[in-house]
């Protein structure tokens, strides 16, 4: 029997006296609808530009106002970004009170979790560490080695490096999938389940050996953070009493995105009575590669019955307030195209001008005009801050920043990596991960040349070495070996000084010091900031990235707390910092809106891109443990389209090119499938996108086999 099924729900006194005048005095009905429901069940069916990060505030604010204790609610939503708007908006709207609501990523919620109860997860302590991508690709790299599946060590170094890589991505992504859907690694090992194909059970085995490899290191990934979280909430009636029985209300902001551990943690958390309230929209789910469910607004209520069984509210928001109708029109008619219960309404109060559809005959043209358009809005008085690029492949994004350089139009690439994952980033946090564990290799091997000591791989090979064999720190290593001559003359000095200093930030750990004075010892007394911007091509973000680092300390005191939450901070984009045009994804751009959007690279092949275009809708039952397909296809790339064209208040221009570099060589394109589909008047691309002859005959050849062009 399931256990949130087993565990009675304890009914609980419903607050529902009037809400103050002031807080409703903005909403609408829908709005208003919604923060004032009942018990039980609340589905927020919101629309893009629809209010709705407002309406769940305010409904954050009326349940204090009527007396609920602020630690009893929790609101969760799936990026950092998001989870601090929220809190900042919800505490202006109560004047502070807010401050004890539980604001948090369903990551870091889940991270909670494990450091409360380890033992019911399964973790031999709390005192595991989260994997940035390089420790998670080495541990894989590991894993392969001995797993039989890669070309022999004698073939060609850099071929054989180059299938490691691809085959390390993939077996990453396909067990991440898995993972998502719920499957478990003694799941996927039990003897007794049935066989899969021949690539699933090798990827099972190598599976099998990275576990083991990140288990050894005390790492976890991000991706076992909710499964890992649910195990202790099923397992241990304790640890669900300790973190549902407070709960009284479990709020779920972009509940679209949810995927089948995230809803089973919700049910588990929401199974002592706590009332869920859920916004979304269906039509801006983008995450189907990531194990998202497919049409969860409509499913919710079947997939939470209990809480459903306790009262039900539908509230759809469907007044748009950042776009006008004609940008709005051909957003609603693409997504229309998808199977769904309801034609997608959509409206706004506004007028302005259509949504226009530009073809140039290669992707250098598209480039230049739409620099030389945006140069001219900015030209007219628009803040270049108030104009976004939205691309849906980042190689689109590298030759739209050429052109605007070009033409001199100062932007901000915004497609790059996320904070997470810059180079000095994880230089600095691998300093505070040896401080946390000081026999940590991999973060070692990082650091020993950051800054430069003289410390080469065989020096780093020999501390590493006597470090393992006599159980001993890495900076005691450090220290052995320089003062015994292990070391060549060059590389004793530099041994010793990153032993002491090593030493001290160990220390600096052991003692619970703040993390705002360890990062200020890595970046100021290691020297690592001298060094950095003393290289020969310091990294843009350098300053950027510390000054973050900083603050993020400043608000951080305990050391692991920080580096859970760079950990955890999201890769999703926002807006360009200053006045700047914004280039950026149209994955990052939700939530986010300018007054211009230009959408350019509208073609087969890129939207919808070439892997949608092949798959099934479903790639397979998105809710088989077993599913690896993208779950996404032609569906999900139309609400790329909707949620594209909705970003703008006031105008959106889509383009695209007739022929497009492909791998540095041109290739002949199509205008997207899309565009059609949305009812958009498509001109032809002029002549000449494709030069060669032979190749425009192929192009033509290609567009017959397009069925319905």
């Known amino acids: 029997m399931d ?22 005095g903005g909403l609408d009905d829908a709005q208003r609808s919604a923060v004032l429901a009942g018990a039980g069940l609340t589905v927020i069916s919101a629309g893009a530009g629809t209010g709705k990060t407002l309406t769940l505030t305010t409904r954050i604010a009326h349940l204090l106002a009527a007396g609920v204790k602020p630690g009893s609610i929790a609101a969760v939503t799936f990026t950092r970004d998001a989870s601090m708007e929220m809190r900042d908006r919800a505490e202006a709207l109560t004047g502070g009170r807010a401050a004890g609501v539980c604001f948090s990523t369903l990551h870091a919620l889940a991270a909670r979790i494990l450091r409360r109860h380890p033992a019911a997860a399964g973790l031999p302590s709390a005192d595991f560490l ?17 797993s039989g599946l890669l070309p022999d060590a004698e073939e060609e170094g850099n071929e054989r490096a180059r299938a490691k890589k691809e085959l390390a991505k993939k077996v990453m992504r396909t067990v991440e999938r898995w993972k998502e859907n719920g499957m478990t690694i003694g799941a996927a090992m039990d003897p007794h389940r049935t066989r899969r194909g021949e690539e699933d059970e090798a990827f099972v085995s190598v599976w099998a050996a990275y576990h083991k490899g990140m288990a050894a290191h005390g790492l976890l990934e991000f991706s076992d953070l909710t499964p890992l979280a649910l195990r202790a909430l099923e397992t241990s009636p304790a640890a669900l009493e300790a973190e549902a029985g407070p709960l009284r209300y479990l709020m779920v902001d972009e509940w679209q995105d949810t995927n089948a551990v995230q809803l089973r943690l919700v049910r588990l958390l929401s199974s002592l009575g706590a009332d869920v309230t859920v916004v979304g929209d269906d039509d801006q789910c983008l995450y189907g590669f990531r194990g998202a469910l497919p049409r969860l607004m409509e499913r919710t209520p079947e997939l ?33 195209y998808n199977p769904r219960q309801d034609p997608k309404i959509l409206r706004s109060e506004r007028s302005g001008s259509p949504v226009t559809v530009a073809a140039h005959a290669s992707d250098t043209a598209e480039g230049d005009d739409t620099a030389r358009r945006v140069r001219t809005l900015i030209a007219a008085g628009e803040p270049p801050g108030s104009v976004a690029i939205l691309v849906r492949a980042r190689r689109i994004a590298d030759e739209i920043s050429k052109a605007l350089v070009r ?41 020993a040349a950051r800054p430069t000591r003289g410390l080469g791989p065989a020096a780093v090979r020999a501390v590493l070495d006597h470090a393992q064999s006599r159980g001993t720190p890495i900076h005691e290593a450090l220290c052995a070996l320089a003062a015994a001559s292990g070391l060549r003359a060059d590389a004793r000095e530099g041994a010793a000084r990153l032993g002491r200093q090593l030493a001290v930030l160990a220390g600096a750990a052991a003692a619970s010091e703040e993390s705002g004075d360890m990062v200020a010892y890595v970046l100021d007394q290691v020297g690592y900031m001298e060094w950095a911007l003393g ?38 984009e926002s807006r360009a910092a200053g006045d700047l045009v914004h280039v950026g994804t149209l994955h990052g751009s939700k939530g986010l809106e300018w007054e211009h959007v230009f959408l350019p690279g509208f073609e087969d092949g890129v939207i919808p891109s070439k892997r949608a275009m092949d798959e099934a ?3 397979g039952d998105p809710e088989d443990p077993w599913c690896s397909g993208s779950g996404g296809g032609l569906a999900e790339e139309r609400r790329l389209m909707h949620v594209g064209l909705t970003r703008a208040k006031v105008s959106a221009h889509i383009s695209y090119a007739g022929m497009r570099k492909v791998f540095g060589k041109p290739s002949p394109s199509r205008p997207s499938r899309l565009l059609r589909e949305a009812e958009l008047e498509v001109p032809r691309a002029p002549r000449g996108g494709v030069a060669d002859p032979a190749a425009r005959r192929a192009a033509r050849g290609q567009a017959k086999r397009h069925v319905g062009w």
């Not at 459903?308 to 693409?334: F, K, M």
């Not at 996320?418 to 091997?445: H, Q, T």
């Not at 950027?544 to 050391?559: F, M, N, Q, T, V």
Request: glycine fraction near 8%; charged fraction near 25%; aromatic fraction near 4%.
């Open 617 to 619: 809708a479903t790639a």
């Open 3 to 24: 256990l949130f099924a087993a565990c009675a729900p304890r009914r609980r006194p419903v607050h529902t006296p009037a809400a103050a005048p002031d807080l409703l």
């Open 535 to 572: 290289q020969k091509e310091p990294v843009p973000t350098l300053c950027d990235s510390a000054e973050g680092l900083r603050a993020l300390a400043s608000g951080k005191p305990a050391l692991r707390d920080l580096l859970e939450t760079v950990a955890l901070s999201s890769g999703s």
């Open 130 to 146: 989260i994997a940035d991508d390089e420790e998670r690709r080495e541990v894989m790299g590991e894993a392969l080695e001995s």
């Open 304 to 336: 939470l019955p209990g809480v459903a069984a306790r009262g039900l509210h539908l509230v759809r928001l469907v007044t748009n307030r950042r776009c006008t109708n004609e940008i709005l029109g051909p957003a609603n008619i693409v997504v229309d």
């Open 407 to 447: 033409h001199g139009v100062a932007h901000a690439v915004q497609a790059g990596t996320s904070f997470a994952e810059r180079s000095e980033v994880r230089d600095v946090l691998a300093y505070l991960k040896l401080a946390l564990d000081p026999g940590f290799g991999m973060a070692f091997e990082r650091i």
